[in-house]
């Protein structure tokens, strides 16, 4: 597949990036300045300037030939309403007037639960998230939507829990890579929000049985 990832020069994106390149997708790596976040070497992935501060317009112009947009973007709490909601629904827009409808967006865990939501530090960045989310609900894009738990820098054992039920507190940011280029292929998954934390289910398996 041609995927654009959004958010490439991410924690979770650099990953992504690697693991499609790696699976032979053609991967549009949208980053800020091609020219110093350039990070994965492949003939198979091309940096290009994409920010979410602009017009929707040169959002879709960018993501023009794309199969599939995969959304890592996040202001770690800096500008949640210009990034985590203002930019992550343009993008929806941008998807929709580039003709793309597959659409994957990481979340965060327990963003469809506003009771849930944790203390003043963390609290607006949920709010951003959860009405980014319910906003890509309303649309007509086969979308997933993905809620990891507490991110952490650990390599990858390839096996995680989706759902509620086993959820554990933290994920490797390499294991949701892993599970978002599998996923993104999987058009049988569409309009779901995923659960998901380290585990004890290969990858694969867990994919099979959404």
């Known amino acids: 597949m041609k995927i654009f990832v959004v958010g490439a020069n991410g924690r979770v994106g650099r990953h992504t990036v690697k693991k499609l390149a790696e699976a032979n997708d053609e991967v ?42 995969v959304f890592t973007a996040g202001s770690a709490g800096k500008d949640v309403l210009k990034v985590d909601l203002d930019g992550a629904v343009k993008t929806m827009t941008a998807a929709k007037k580039a003709g793309i409808s597959r659409y994957i967006m990481v979340s965060a865990i327990n963003a469809d639960r506003p009771e849930t ?26 979308y997933v939507i993905v809620q990891p738990t507490a991110l952490t820098d650990e390599a990858s054992d ?14 490797s940011r390499e294991s949701v890579a892993e599970f978002l280029t599998e996923v993104v292929r999987n058009h049988a998954i569409n309009h779901q929000t995923i659960d998901l934390s380290d585990g004890q289910t290969p990858i694969s398996e867990a994919i099979a049985d959404l």
Not at 118 to 124: F, N
């Open 117 to 142: 939501f944790p203390g003043q530090e963390l609290h607006d960045y949920y709010i951003a998230k959860h009405y980014a989310d319910e906003w890509l609900r309303t649309t007509d894009l086969d």
């Open 158 to 171: 390839g096996l995680i829990n989706v759902g509620r039920k086993g959820l554990q507190s933290e994920i």
């Open 28 to 69: 549009i790596a949208g980053v800020r300045d091609p020219e110093t976040q350039s990070l994965v070497e492949a003939s198979n992935v091309k940096y290009v300037e994409f920010n979410l501060h602009q017009p929707v317009e040169q959002m879709a112009t960018a993501f023009e030939g794309s199969e599939a947009i």
